[in-house]
T-cell receptor, first 115, second 111 residues
Framework: GAGVSQSPSNKVTEKGKDVELRCDPISGHTALYWYRQSLGQGLEFLIYFQGNSAPDKSGLPSDRFSAERTGGSVSTLTIQRTQQEDSAVYLC?????????????FGSGTRLTVV | QKEVEQDPGPLSVPEGAIVSLNCTYSNSAFQYFMWYRQYSRKGPELLMYTYSSGNKEDGRFTAQVDKSSKYISLFIRDSQPSDSATYLCAMLGGSNYKLTFGKGTLLTVNP
């Protein structure tokens, strides 16, 4: 596609429920990243994919968070047993290669609200 | 101390003003310096980028990096209402893929 597509754009969920957030990167982009933007905070790195592998998961805040990527394309970020502190905008970005510092393209994000 | 510090503002200026935005950082490994612009309910978009120290100009925008002081700046000349957005500094080094962001400065340009 023309850009990075994320769905849903908004998600309201009850505390304790699981949620799945989806990212469709730009076609041909082998690198994919998830970031989280909380109120009053900058973007925080969560995870990096190169192809279907995740060589860096260091930013995932707890074991309730997981992510996968299939076919070198679509990625899903799953949050289990959601907590109120998980409320944030989850942003996905992709780039042609993992060492392309100027080539990130971000999606518009999924705004997650845990009530 | 966070690796990247950025005054969140908000900053409000009249149309036509010169705007100065800046960030400081502590990690000497940072080599790539970027400024992103983020409109409300949108993802960040790359505005300017610089490798190592120096200046870079693109139209009304000028990015400066002073590695000796660990200080970067973005100047906007002849600011327009359409420049109203959150401006995020971002840096990269070492891993070459993990961006470290400032918290962002909310800018409003009043007509």
């Amino acid at each position: 596609g023309a850009g990075v597509s994320q769905s849903p754009s908004n998600k309201v969920t009850e505390k304790g429920k699981d949620v799945e957030l989806r990212c469709d990167p730009i076609s041909g982009h082998t690198a994919l990243y998830w970031y989280r933007q909380s109120l009053g905070q900058g973007l925080e790195f969560l995870i990096y994919f190169q192809g279907n592998s995740a060589p860096d998961k260091s930013g995932l805040p707890s074991d309730r968070f997981s992510a996968e990527r299939t076919g070198g394309s679509v990625s899903t970020l799953t949050i289990q047993r959601t907590q109120q502190e998980d409320s944030a905008v989850y942003l996905c970005a992709s780039s042609l290669a993992g060492r392309d510092p100027y080539g990130y393209t971000f999606g518009s994000g999924t705004r997650l609200t845990v009530v | 101390q966070k690796e990247v510090e950025q005054d969140p503002g908000p900053l409000s200026v009249p149309e036509g003003a010169i705007v100065s935005l800046n960030c400081t950082y502590s990690n000497s490994a940072f080599q790539y310096f970027m400024w992103y612009r983020q409109y409300s309910r949108k993802g960040p978009e790359l505005l300017m980028y610089t490798y190592s120290s120096g200046n870079k100009e693109d139209g009304r925008f000028t990015a400066q990096v002073d590695k000796s002081s660990k200080y970067i700046s973005l100047f906007i000349r002849d600011s327009q209402p359409s420049d109203s957005a959150t401006y995020l500094c971002a840096m990269l080094g070492g891993s070459n893929y993990k961006l470290t962001f400032g918290k962002g400065t909310l800018l409003t340009v009043n007509p």
